[in-house]
């Protein structure tokens, strides 16, 4: 079993950053990939970003080139670094570590308003 724990998230201005984190603990092991993704109220999660064990990351459409995600290996940790937040990035983000199973997190709320 793994557990996630993510921090971060809150309110933040149209135009402002926020970061997110998500420590992994318990059967944690090489080989795996962290990453987030979000939800907004009454639509699909999206994925939002990932990086592998390897340090290959990838971003979705909707956030590329806003977003930094970064992992720190020893403290199995993924970090989320977002700029020029927008209304829409509003969404319940969640962590996501995937190896032979999938798990999550438990989800922490972004609010992008003025």
């Known amino acids: 079993q793994v557990q996630l724990v993510e921090s971060g998230g809150g309110l933040v201005q149209p135009g402002g950053s926020l970061q997110l984190s998500c420590a992994a603990s318990?059967?944690?092991?090489?080989?795996?990939?962290m990453g987030w993704y979000r939800q907004a109220s009454g639509k699909e999660r999206e994925f939002v970003a990932h990086?592998?064990?390897?340090?290959?990351?990838t971003y979705g459409d909707s956030v590329r080139g806003r977003v930094t995600i970064s992992r720190d290996y020893v403290k199995n940790t993924v970090t989320q670094q977002m700029n020029s937040a927008k209304v829409e990035d509003t969404a319940v983000y969640y962590c996501?570590?995937?190896?032979?199973?999938?798990?999550w997190g438990q989800g922490t709320q972004v609010t992008v308003s003025s």
């Open positions: 318990g059967s944690v092991f090489s080989g795996n990939t």
């Open positions: 996501k570590y995937q190896s032979s199973q999938n798990y």
């Open positions: 990086v592998t064990n390897n340090g290959r990351t």
